[in-house]
């Protein structure tokens, strides 16, 4: 009997986690580590259930100060809080759930050379920066993602 109270409670507790996160703002930060000593956000985009990716650029995202998101990492203390702090100033939205992917995740997820793509389809081709995301990740691989969680290259946490 008390096996089973403890079963449906963990049950209840899982559920309201899951119903909890679908009903949250994840937001998803990649990481350009190739621009030097610090890194820089080169995109970002904001996910909930009922809205679906909101693709934001990082250098129009600020916080009060005028510090864009793209340069998160320049500034003193948690530099996760400080971007939920742009996307609730910028956007209005407040994400509960923090998702960075770095250079190694997004090659081994999306394929190499995934943020040349981008940018030449960004800057090359003159797509918006969105418009140009979603034609450069149409290759996913889920073992690749898998992979890259289990090696931190993909950092998923709370905000």
């Known amino acids: 009997m008390r096996k089973k109270i403890i079963i449906i409670l963990i049950i209840i507790l899982i559920l309201i986690l899951v119903i909890g996160a679908l009903s949250s703002s994840i937001l998803f930060l990649a990481e350009d580590e190739t621009e030097g000593a610090?890194?820089?956000i080169d995109m970002a985009a904001i996910w909930s259930f009922s809205g679906g990716?909101?693709?934001i650029y990082p250098g129009s995202s600020v916080s009060p100060e005028g510090h864009t998101l793209h340069n998160i990492h320049l500034e003193d203390g948690d530099p996760y809080q400080y971007a939920k702090g742009i996307m609730e100033?910028?956007?209005n939205i407040?994400?509960?759930i923090c998702v960075v992917?770095?250079?190694a995740a997004a090659d081994r997820i999306f394929g190499d050379g995934i943020l040349g793509d981008i940018r030449e389809e960004d800057w090359g081709q003159g797509y918006d920066r969105?418009?140009?995301i979603?034609?450069?990740?149409?290759?996913?691989n889920i073992f690749g993602a898998i992979i890259s969680i289990f090696s931190g290259d993909v950092r998923i946490f709370l905000i």
Do not use: L, R
């Open 38 to 40: 610090i890194s820089g």
């Open 53 to 55: 990716f909101q693709w």
């Open 89 to 91: 100033y910028s956007y």
């Open 94 to 96: 407040t994400p509960t």
């Open 101 to 103: 992917i770095n250079n």
């Open 130 to 132: 969105g418009v140009a």
């Open 134 to 140: 979603e034609n450069s990740i149409s290759q996913f």
